[in-house]
């Protein structure tokens, strides 16, 4: 890749980036921490939200929602019946998809365990974000920029 490609490359990726690094830090900063301590804890918490924020980036970049404010619309070209309804709601798929392996990986660990409160609080995060997606496409908030209606 040439210098400038590369450059440009970064520019265009700069949050996913930053999102990926600002995760590792507060994944390296949890494990060098006493969970008992109020650091520990807030690391622990950092990393769910941080992960809320990394797939929000990532997935609403590359998977669409029809109708939702918070995902890219899919292009007009016209698709298959099923390879359309999957394409217009590829990011609620996604969600329901990592969010069911969350949940799984959750079931299967102590919720007072160390990471077992990182990951109940990742899943918490998944709620969230696929509940912002839901709510984005048919209700309103006067003055948001979300909000396809004013």
């Known amino acids: 890749m040439k210098k400038h490609g590369l ?7 700069s949050m996913s980036l930053a999102s990926v690094a600002i995760v590792l830090f507060w994944i390296v ?10 650091w520990g804890s807030f690391f622990g918490n950092a990393i769910a939200d941080w992960s809320g924020v990394l797939v929000t980036v990532i997935a609403t970049k590359y998977f669409y929602e029809l109708g939702s404010a918070e995902s890219r619309q899919p292009p007009k070209e016209v698709l298959s019946r099923i390879g359309g309804l999957l394409h217009k709601h590829s990011l609620s798929i996604f969600l329901i998809i990592t969010g069911i392996g969350w949940i799984v990986l959750f079931v299967h660990m102590n919720p007072q365990a160390r990471w077992g409160e990182v ?13 912002m997606v839901i709510l984005t496409k048919r209700l309103v908030e006067r003055h948001s920029k979300e909000s396809h209606h004013q």
């Open 7 to 13: 450059k440009h490359w970064l520019h265009e990726h």
């Open 29 to 38: 900063a949890y494990i060098k921490s006493d969970p008992n301590t109020h």
């Open 119 to 131: 990951v109940g609080n990742i899943v918490s995060e998944w709620t969230q974000i696929f509940g």
